[in-house]
């Protein structure tokens, strides 16, 4: 049992100490996780919900979502160098969520001892920034529908509805604040999509029609390191909440404690 799959190959020892100094917090739907400016000394990582990354919103500009960050996937400082950070971002849970907060000197720590995590970090960072930089340039160059319609795709799956679909709490504002339109034009879209069949809901969801992923799909594949030995072993990559405290325990008395 590790607390991400970054961590599975660190000895238990130091995953039980990780755990001791770690916290586990529950966010409602649109409830700020982080501010932007507020520093802090932690890194946030998902492990169930949806949270996304807004800029702007003061001074009468519009509140822009950069990217989401879904479960298994995680928030931190551009830089490990520093056990504290000010954030660049407004950190919101854009659904119901629960969030690992791991002190960021804990990980800078795990990193220096185990060369492996850190280049796994670094590839989840790159990973991330490869969609963003995909995100800026459908902005820039699809049609308001097309945009439309691959943003509704790809939050079949970052929150997917368990009927299929997306969770239809995702609301009109937060699909427009992340493909760059005003609500407006989001909702007149959707309204024509399901008017031809391209859209359609039911209680739990909004489903579209696979084929919008057609192409850059490749923008939706995990954001989590992954090895065979965790399908093998059956291991989930998070502990489960009930077991954190029995675990924060254990590290809290030491390696060996009985």
């Given at each position: 049992m590790y607390?991400?799959?970054?961590?599975?190959?660190?000895?238990?020892?130091?995953?039980?100490?990780?755990?001791?100094?770690?916290?586990?917090?529950?966010?409602?739907?649109?409830?700020?996780?982080?501010?932007?400016?507020?520093?802090?000394?932690?890194?946030?990582?998902?492990?169930?919900?949806?949270?996304?990354?807004?800029?702007?919103?003061?001074?009468?500009?519009?509140?822009?979502?950069?990217?989401?960050?879904?479960?298994?996937?995680?928030?931190?400082?551009?830089?490990?160098?520093?056990?504290?950070?000010?954030s660049m971002?407004?950190?919101?849970?854009?659904?119901?969520?629960?969030?690992?907060?791991?002190?960021?000197?804990?990980?800078?720590?795990?990193?220096?001892?185990?060369?492996?995590?850190?280049?796994?970090?670094?590839?989840?960072?790159?990973?991330?920034?490869?969609?963003?930089?995909?995100?800026?340039?459908?902005?820039?160059?699809?049609?308001?529908?097309?945009?439309?319609?691959?943003?509704?795709?790809?939050?079949?799956?970052?929150?997917?509805?368990?009927?299929?679909?997306?969770?239809?709490?995702?609301?009109?504002?937060?699909?427009?604040?992340?493909?760059?339109?005003?609500?407006?034009?989001?909702?007149?879209?959707?309204?024509?999509?399901?008017?031809?069949?391209?859209?359609?809901?039911?209680?739990?969801?909004?489903?579209?029609?696979?084929?919008?992923?057609?192409?850059?799909?490749?923008?939706?594949?995990?954001?989590?390191?992954?090895?065979?030995?965790?399908?093998?072993?059956?291991?989930?990559?998070?502990?489960?909440?009930?077991?954190?405290?029995?675990?924060?325990t254990a590290?809290?008395?030491?390696?060996?404690?009985?």
């Amino acid at each position: 049992m590790y607390l991400h799959s970054l961590f599975r190959n660190v000895p238990a020892a130091e995953r039980v100490a990780l755990v001791a100094r770690s916290e586990l917090r529950s966010f409602r739907r649109n409830e700020t996780v982080l501010r932007m400016d507020e520093w802090t000394d932690k890194v946030y990582f998902v492990a169930s919900g949806l949270l996304r990354v807004v800029v702007g919103g003061n001074g009468g500009s519009a509140a822009v979502t950069t990217d989401f960050v879904r479960p298994r996937d995680l928030f931190l400082s551009p830089t490990l160098d520093e056990a504290r950070y000010q954030s660049m971002a407004n950190l919101v849970a854009a659904l119901p969520s629960s969030v690992y907060l791991i002190p960021a000197a804990a990980l800078h720590d795990i990193c220096a001892r185990h060369p492996s995590v850190a280049l796994e970090l670094l590839e989840l960072t790159v990973k991330r920034m490869t969609i963003i930089r995909s995100q800026l340039r459908r902005i820039s160059s699809l049609t308001s529908e097309t945009l439309v319609a691959r943003v509704l795709y790809e939050l079949t799956q970052l929150a997917p509805a368990d009927t299929g679909g997306f969770d239809k709490r995702i609301s009109q504002a937060v699909i427009a604040s992340y493909a760059g339109l005003s609500r407006e034009v989001v909702n007149k879209t959707m309204r024509e999509m399901e008017n031809r069949g391209l859209l359609w809901k039911d209680e739990h969801g909004i489903h579209v029609v696979a084929d919008f992923a057609s192409t850059d799909h490749g923008s939706f594949e995990s954001l989590e390191p992954h090895s065979a030995s965790d399908e093998r072993e059956g291991e989930t990559p998070f502990i489960a909440p009930d077991e954190l405290d029995l675990l924060r325990t254990a590290g809290e008395r030491g390696p060996g404690a009985k």
